[in-house]
């Protein structure tokens, strides 16, 4: 079983939808990272939380330490929205990456 | 430009032949951290450093494959007798960090692309 899973592994949506992407994680963790990543390569960290909730414009992310799961929601989706997005729980160091979520925001 | 620069940004080379990678991180940070991502996977952690000391490696890391943070700012990754499996983006990050904890964000570089030949 893989220490981190994403679901869904792809998502299509239309501009304007609420997006939710979930990340479940099997590893103890004092952190958990979202980042973001375009083609080309480029990562961007969007939120590293470690309780609760996070909102940073229209993202939000969520995490329940006890059951070991995280969300990232994006509300009024946006085409510029379409990237890869990764879940990465810091159990130490070496943070544990998810193999991402493609998404896919259309106008 | 004060984010994490790499480069160079592409390489390509022959199967056999030695490539170095340097990244250099945001200037405050202590904590440098390399990882390699192959397409359709998330990245995998290779190395990390504490200022110039090399804290971690991955079993990843083959004995062709060397780090280096001498002065505690930038970092080289070196890959000697390049393989076809090694191509992949080899990303670097950095971030601030006090003991055992990570008390900054993480911040990436634009990766360096490796095509093995």
């Known amino acids: 079983k893989n220490e981190v899973e994403q679901s869904p592994q792809n998502l299509t949506a239309q501009e304007g939808e609420f997006i939710t992407i979930n990340c479940s994680y099997s590893?103890?963790?004092?952190?958990l990272h979202w980042l973001q990543q375009h083609p080309g390569g480029g990562i961007v960290s969007l939120f590293m939380l470690s309780s609760g909730k996070k909102k940073h414009g229209r993202l939000i992310a969520t995490i329940n330490i006890q059951e070991k799961h995280s969300s990232l929601h994006i509300t009024a989706s946006h085409p510029r929205d379409s990237a890869v997005y990764i879940c990465?729980?810091?159990?130490?160091?070496?943070?544990?990456f998810g193999k991402g979520t493609k998404l896919t925001v259309n106008p | 430009d004060t984010g994490v620069s790499q480069n160079p940004r592409h390489k390509i080379t022959k199967r056999g032949q030695n490539v170095t990678f340097r990244c250099d991180p945001i200037s405050e940070h202590n904590r440098l951290y390399w990882y390699r991502q192959t397409l359709g996977q998330g990245p995998e952690f290779l190395t990390y450093?504490?200022?110039?000391?090399?804290?971690?490696k991955s079993r990843l890391l083959s004995d062709r494959f060397s780090a280096e943070r001498p002065k505690g700012s930038f970092s080289t990754l070196e890959i000697q007798r390049t393989e076809q499996g090694d191509s992949a983006m080899y990303l670097c990050?950095?971030?601030?960090?006090?003991?055992?904890?990570?008390?900054?964000?993480?911040?990436f570089g634009e990766g360096s692309r490796l095509t093995v030949l």
């Open positions: 990465a729980p810091r159990g130490s160091e070496k943070l544990v």
């Open positions: 990050a950095s971030s601030l960090g006090t003991g055992q904890v990570v008390t900054g964000e993480l911040f």
């Open positions: 450093f504490q200022n110039e000391a090399q804290l971690e």
């Open positions: 590893v103890g963790i004092s952190a």
